[in-house]
């Protein structure tokens, strides 16, 4: 493989003086030199074509044994030197203080066709800020990472993509539920790629560190390469930056809740300043439509990380950047601004989203009383949120209201248990949506094609991510390609993969790795 390498970040902002792979706290260093760890018996078990062809990394390449050695961390790339980012973050409402990537190692930054990609390694080996963990990662949770990455990709949600999916040749000890159960499981690391992996958490350490030089050197650098079109003197170029930032926060957060994607772990160490989905740990998707869901085992009391919270963490969250980036502009009109503004933004955004996804392309006063309506509905009975939203399609102006009830009878998932007030509220609804389908000048097949454009048919449900880790245990990699195609084309209808539209099985309603999962998964 002959990459370009353009180590920008490493080669421009501070390095940490102490060169030793050991726990410890970091100190005006914005990254630390380390070397990932050695596997055994590096076997490749999967790689993404788009993300190869983004990198200019050839099939054929992808099958040698250099590739395997150097995204498993075996072999070094060229002219590379690896390394660890330094950040902070709060967890789950707390301040945790420095946190840094605990198992996550940067090849390096490399080039190709003008953009710069960042190489990092997830499950590589320990590194200054693995606290009590040892680095690794098991073959369950970054099956889910690689799938979940490149599913996100094509369902049109801004993410960091996967490469490649290693196995490592060695045991990893792991107690999936903190439930005192501790197993070996096997590792494997997974390398993802990103134009940067530069978090909330970064800003938030060198400030609280009261570092002010590496907070400027941070925020300038991020700016030069990443918002390059921001400009004025210092104080304005900042401010413009923190606008940015909560711009494509927002808007990320807009598609998780558009295609019903719950994070599960919103801390501020896991949001990108790029606004990219980023650390895919315990993720899940609505199966049914319950805006109070977490798939988070260590959120379950307080459910801070709900599908319904999603937007509010979001601002939070950046009261923390703002609260960060303060000292570099001294004047906190502005950010409040900024952080007001959020509220009615994302409300007109999630408003026109959800016009979107049922048709409503003339937008009138009365839709938000309609999507109210609607979204109480969904709760009174489980309704499986992504079968409901891809049959709505399928009704025509002209329908008659019972028939366009009949439409998303399939949603149900105890459709036994529909009583007659149950009925009669959906058949107010629908009442109410033909009614107000009658306003629209688009014909029903180019209302369909636009609602199937933005309300996916499949999505990588836990059950199916499940059913992929239990079959590659036993060394069955076939699965894995097989939800790999699927998710490449998520909105068509792909009649040869129906048995994937499908609601969730009861097995898995209750089944560990199906519905709720660790920080570990």
Partial sequence: MNLKINNRFSSELLADTNESNTIRQVQKACFSYVNPKNPSNPELIHYSEEVLKLLGISKEEAQSAEFTNVFSGKELLPNSRPYSMSYAGHQFGNWAGQLGD?????????????QVYTLQLKGAGMTPYSRNADGLAVLRSSIREHLCSEAMFHLGVPTTRSLSLILSGDMVLRDVMYNGNPD???????????????????????????????????????????????????KEKYIQFFQAVANKTREMIVHWQRVGFVHGVMNTDNMSILGLTIDYGPYGWLEDYNPNWTPNTTDRQNRRYRF???????????????????????????????????????????????????????KEENDNQLIHILTENLQLIETDMTIFFRKLSKIKKEESVENAFSQIYESFYKAEAVTDQLKDSWLYWFTQYLNRLQLETTNNNDRKTAMDSVNPKYVLRNYMASLAIEAADKKDYSLIDELHQLLKKPYQEQPEMEKWFAKRPDWARDKIGSSMLSCSS
Avoid at 102 to 114: S, V, W
Avoid at 218 to 232: A, N, Q, S, V, W
Avoid at 313 to 341: D, F, H, K, T
């Fill in 102 to 114: 605990g198992r996550a190692i940067i090849l390096a930054e490399i080039e190709h066709q003008k």
């Fill in 308 to 362: 319904g919270n999603q937007a509010e963490i979001g601002l939070w969250n950046l009261y923390q950047l703002a609260n960060a980036l303060y000292p570099l502009i001294e004047e906190a009109a502005p950010l409040e601004s900024i952080l007001e503004n959020y509220k009615s933004l994302y409300e007109t955004d999630y408003l026109n989203m959800m016009q979107n996804k049922l048709g409503l392309f003339t």
């Fill in 184 to 234: 070996y499981e096997k590792g494997a690391i997974v390398c993802r790629v990103a134009p940067s992996f530069i978090r909330f958490g970064n800003f938030e350490l060198f400030s609280s560190q009261n570092d002010l030089k590496t907070l400027k050197l941070l925020t300038d650098f991020t700016i030069k390469y990443y918002c390059p079109e921001i400009k004025g003197n210092p």
